[in-house]
């Protein structure tokens, strides 16, 4: 017992000098990081902030943005429904012709297929869903543009 004591002593104090010694360096590299993230998210911001600007001046480069949006989640909605629907026509297609041919099969394709067609319905609902909240957010700023400006002005991100 008093070894073990004695032994985590000894290596208490080199680890508490070694500690201290490397903490403002661990603090200088995160100091870093968060500076370049910071400077990233701000120029992010200044770009958009240029974007919605040249939206709120001009109405209709903000209608072709909202067209483009529309455009955009159609034709997403209208492709993942046609892929789908090849799985689960092709479900009800192939499953009597495997059934005829094997009594007892180890996959059964009237799951697997329609659920293969879910998932895609899945994948192309959380496509729609990011492009319609990136629109909204660009409305909801353009609705309150210039607290939007003071907000980005407060922060130092535009003059």
Not at 30 to 48: H, T
Not at 81 to 94: A, E, G, H, M, V
């Amino acid at each position: 017992m008093n070894n073990d004591i004695l032994i985590g002593l000894l290596l208490s104090i080199p680890v508490g000098i070694i500690t201290s010694l490397l903490t403002p360096l661990i603090q200088k590299i995160f100091q870093n990081i968060s500076q370049k993230a910071r400077v990233k998210a701000n120029d992010i911001s200044k770009k958009e902030y240029e974007k919605l600007k040249i939206y709120y001046a001009n109405k209709t480069e903000l209608s072709l943005f909202f067209i483009n949006v529309i455009i955009k989640t159609t034709f997403i909605s209208a492709f993942m429904s046609i892929l789908s629907y090849l799985f689960f026509i092709s479900s009800q297609i192939l499953y009597p012709i495997i059934n005829y041919f094997y009594s007892y099969h180890y996959l059964n394709i009237s799951i697997i297929l329609p659920a293969i067609g879910q998932f895609i319905l899945l994948i192309g609902s959380i496509l729609i869903v990011n492009i319609c909240k990136s629109a909204i957010n660009v409305w909801k700023k353009i609705r309150n543009f210039d607290e939007y400006e003071r907000v980005l002005k407060a922060k130092d991100i535009i003059q």
